[in-house]
């Protein structure tokens, strides 16, 4: 069985592919303040950032102003930690 930490490493090599809705689906099913990090990444790339918000408060993080790519690196340096 695959656990939670491979789903999010999973979501976030699709969304570096291109696939932000297979990424979405991944993160969407898990309950963890991990994937609801992820989750508002992604929503904040979608460019919907009333969804993102939500989800980024209900990770305890405060929505980044830097960039897309410099939060992908973030996240993906602190899921790879685990």
Same mark, same amino acid.
Do not use: L, V
């Given at each position: 069985m695959t656990n939670i930490?491979?789903?999010l490493k999973r979501a976030l090599e699709l969304d570096r592919d291109g696939d932000w809705d297979r990424a979405h689906q991944i993160v969407q099913r898990i309950e963890s303040m991990d994937s609801y990090w992820i989750? *508002?990444?992604l929503h904040r790339k979608e460019g919907a950032l009333g969804n993102s918000?939500?989800?980024y408060?209900? *990770?305890?993080?405060?929505?980044?102003?830097y960039d897309l790519d410099q939060e992908w690196n973030e996240l993906c340096e602190y899921i790879m930690s685990k």
């Open positions: 930490i491979d789903e989750h *508002a990444y918000s939500y989800w408060n209900r *990770a305890k993080k405060t929505m980044p102003k």
